[in-house]
C-alpha cells in the first residue's frame, strides 16, 4: 500500500533561516506528489505538486521541491523562511486518480 | 469563482442522528473526494469519486455513504452518528488529466457528536 512519512510533527526556524520539510513515500509506481499548507481554521492550499517532467518543481510563495526517485523523497524547501510561513504542511502521493494519501504533518514555526 | 463549497460551516449531533455534509464544486472537475481530519493522524480519505454514478471506499470508509449523481455534487452521509465521527471534514476536486491534476479543498465542516 501507498503511504507517505513527513520526518518531525514540529519544525522550528528563524526568520530568514532555510526551511527544510522531509517527505518520504512508498510506491510501486512512480507517483504523483504534493505539497499543501493549511493555516490555522482554513482548508488545504496546494503549495505544489510533481506529475512528469522536470524533478526540480517550484511552487507558490518562494517554496521548491526536488523528487528524487533514488531516494523515494519529495523534500521542501525555502530559502529564507519569513513569519507568514507558520503554517502546517502535509505532503501528500496520488497512487492512482481520485485518491490522495496524507503524512501526518510538519507544522512549522518561525521565530523573530 | 466558488470553487469547492462546503455547507455547513459547524454542526453539532447527538449520538445516533443522521446527516449529510454537502460539497459542491463549480470546475467541472471529474474528481471529487472527501477527507477527514484528526490531530496527529493527518487527513485519512474516506471515499472518493472518480466521475458521476462512480464511487469508491477510502481508508476510512465505515459509518459513511456517498453517491455521486451529478458532476457538481458529491454528498457525505452520515448514517448514524458516533463521538468517533467528531472530527474536522474536508471535501475536495480535481480535474483528470496530468496538467489538470491537484485536488482543491473546500474549507471544512467541523462536526462535533455528543
Known amino acids: 500500500a501507498q503511504s507517505v512519512t513527513q520526518l518531525g510533527s514540529h519544525v522550528s526556524v528563524s526568520e530568514g533561516a532555510l526551511v527544510l520539510l522531509r517527505c518520504n513515500y512508498s510506491s510501486s509506481v512512480p507517483p504523483y506528489l504534493f505539497w499543501y499548507v493549511q493555516y490555522p481554521n482554513q482548508g488545504l492550499q496546494l503549495l505544489l505538486k510533481?506529475?512528469?517532467?522536470?524533478?526540480l518543481v517550484k511552487g507558490i510563495n518562494g517554496f521548491e521541491a526536488e523528487f528524487k526517485k533514488s531516494e523515494t523523497s519529495f523534500h521542501l524547501t525555502k530559502p529564507s523562511a519569513h513569519m507568514s510561513d507558520a503554517a502546517e504542511y502535509f505532503c501528500?502521493?496520488?497512487?492512482?486518480?481520485?485518491?490522495?494519501?496524507f503524512g501526518q504533518g510538519t507544522e512549522l514555526s518561525v521565530k523573530p | 469563482n466558488a470553487g469547492v463549497t462546503q455547507t455547513p460551516k459547524f454542526q453539532v449531533l447527538k449520538t445516533g442522528q443522521s446527516m449529510t455534509l454537502q460539497c459542491a464544486q463549480d470546475?467541472?472537475?471529474?474528481?471529487m473526494s472527501w477527507y477527514r481530519q484528526d490531530p496527529g493522524m493527518g487527513l485519512r480519505l474516506i471515499h472518493y469519486s472518480v466521475g458521476a454514478g462512480i464511487t469508491d471506499q477510502g481508508e476510512v470508509p465505515n459509518g459513511y455513504n456517498v453517491s455521486r449523481s451529478t458532476t457538481e455534487d458529491f454528498p457525505l452521509r452520515l448514517l448514524s452518528a458516533a463521538p468517533s465521527q467528531t472530527s474536522v471534514y474536508f471535501c475536495?476536486?480535481?480535474?483528470?488529466?496530468?496538467?489538470?491534476?491537484?485536488?482543491?479543498f473546500g474549507s471544512g465542516t467541523r462536526l462535533t457528536v455528543v
Open positions: 510533481y506529475t512528469t517532467g522536470a524533478t
Open positions: 501528500a502521493v496520488s497512487p492512482q486518480g481520485g485518491k490522495l494519501i
Open positions: 475536495a476536486s480535481s480535474g483528470a488529466g496530468t496538467a489538470n491534476y491537484g485536488y482543491t
Open positions: 470546475m467541472n472537475h471529474e474528481y
